[in-house]
């Protein structure tokens, strides 16, 4: 590098020979000088606020509209699916009937089946809440009619194992009737 160093030292008036016109940096300083300031000022503070105040405004208005969304929801459930659920309803309210019109002969039998049967129907409250909170949402429909008929199943099983154990007593009783007479 000293060379190269030497090399400029030597030839530096050559290097040199380019300068602005006289009074550049004069003309500079003045047009520095007319530019306007960056302060702000009154109308540019209450453009700001009012901008903030209107983005404020629009979230919590958003956060209103998104928790008051689930009331409305409950209203949009589709005729159909409405529908479906009377129908439901109506066929797990006959075969309550069917299974509590049975005597046992142990009451705390029917309460613990009835209580079983009882948790069913917390589940049914949940899926009811799912579909007011998404009433289009296929998955919830599609698990609510599942729902129904895996319970009227179960409900239709406990009923034949029901009539089966009556049917067996009454032939067991009949037989001893007829086997004392």
Do not use: W
């Not at 903030?52 to 159909?80: C, F, M, W």
């Not at 109506?90 to 069917?98: E, K, M, P």
């Amino acid at each position: 590098m000293n060379e190269l160093e030497k090399h400029i030292r030597e030839q530096r008036m050559l290097f040199d020979t380019d300068h602005p016109r006289e009074g550049h940096e004069d003309r500079f300083r003045q047009k520095l000088e007319r530019l306007p300031s960056r302060r702000l000022n009154g109308r540019h503070i209450l453009q700001i606020a009012a901008s903030l105040a209107i983005i404020l405004t629009s979230g919590i208005v958003l956060v209103k509209l998104n928790k008051s969304g689930d009331k409305t929801a409950r209203t949009e459930i589709p005729a159909a699916i409405l529908e479906a659920d009377m129908y439901y309803t109506s066929q797990v309210n006959a075969r309550y009937d069917q299974i509590r019109d049975f005597s046992f002969d142990d009451s705390d039998e029917k309460a613990v089946l009835l209580d079983e049967l009882g948790d069913l129907d917390a589940y049914h409250q949940q899926l009811m809440s799912d579909l007011e909170a998404n009433p289009d949402d296929d998955r919830v429909i599609n698990a609510l009619i599942r729902h129904y008929q895996v319970k009227l199943e179960i409900m239709d099983q406990i009923i034949m194992q029901l009539n089966q154990i009556k049917s067996e007593t009454s032939e067991t009783s009949e037989n001893h009737e007829n086997a004392s007479i």
